[in-house]
């Protein structure tokens, strides 16, 4: 997921989105204790996605604040 696509999502959409990740993450740490985790990669570009969207909603907050 790009930067760029970020930006153009409403405060909402990218609340919703990083739920949605967050939710992602917790499945996929939980199949990598239990080893049924086939793509063990997935956790380290769920967690940068994570931090792209908290960086575009802090920018927001910024913005905003300006």
């Known amino acids: 997921m790009k930067s760029a696509e970020l930006r153009d999502l409403s405060e909402k959409e990218l609340d919703a989105k990083l739920t949605d990740l967050k939710q992602e993450l917790f499945n996929l ?5 239990i080893n049924q985790l086939d793509n063990p990669l997935r956790l380290k570009v769920v ?8 960086t575009v909603i ?3 907050e910024l913005k905003k604040a300006q």
């Open 58 to 60: 802090r920018e927001k």
């Open 47 to 54: 967690r940068k996605d994570i931090a792209r969207v908290k």
């Open 29 to 33: 740490r939980f199949q990598h204790a």
